[in-house]
C-alpha cells in the first residue's frame, strides 16, 4: 500500500512540476539576428601565411608475426608441460 502510494504521489509531484514550470508570459530568449562582418584589416587576415601542400606518408606494408600464424611449438589449452 505505501509503494502504491510513493508511486501516485510522484507522478502527481512530477505532473506538477512539468505542468507548472512552462510559462510563455517571462519568455526572456533574445532573437538571434545573424549580420555579416568584414574582417579587421590586418595582415594575418590579408596576407595569410601559405604552405604548400605536404604529401602524407606512405602506409607502412603489414607484416605478421611470423610466429602468430600456427607452426611452431606452443602450449594450448589443456596441453601439459611436454608429456
Do not use: S
Request: aromatic residues 8%; contains cysteine; glycine residues 18%.
Amino acid at each position: 500500500m505505501r509503494r502504491r502510494l510513493a508511486g501516485c504521489a510522484g507522478w502527481v509531484i512530477g505532473a506538477v512540476g512539468v505542468a507548472g514550470c512552462h510559462t510563455v508570459q517571462y519568455d526572456t530568449r533574445v532573437p538571434m539576428v545573424e549580420e555579416f562582418r568584414a574582417p579587421p584589416d590586418e595582415a594575418r587576415f590579408n596576407n595569410p601565411q601559405e604552405q604548400g601542400y605536404r604529401k602524407p606518408p606512405p602506409k607502412k606494408e603489414f607484416k605478421p608475426n611470423p610466429g602468430a600464424m600456427g607452426g611452431g611449438q606452443g602450449m594450448g589449452m589443456g596441453a601439459g608441460p611436454g608429456f
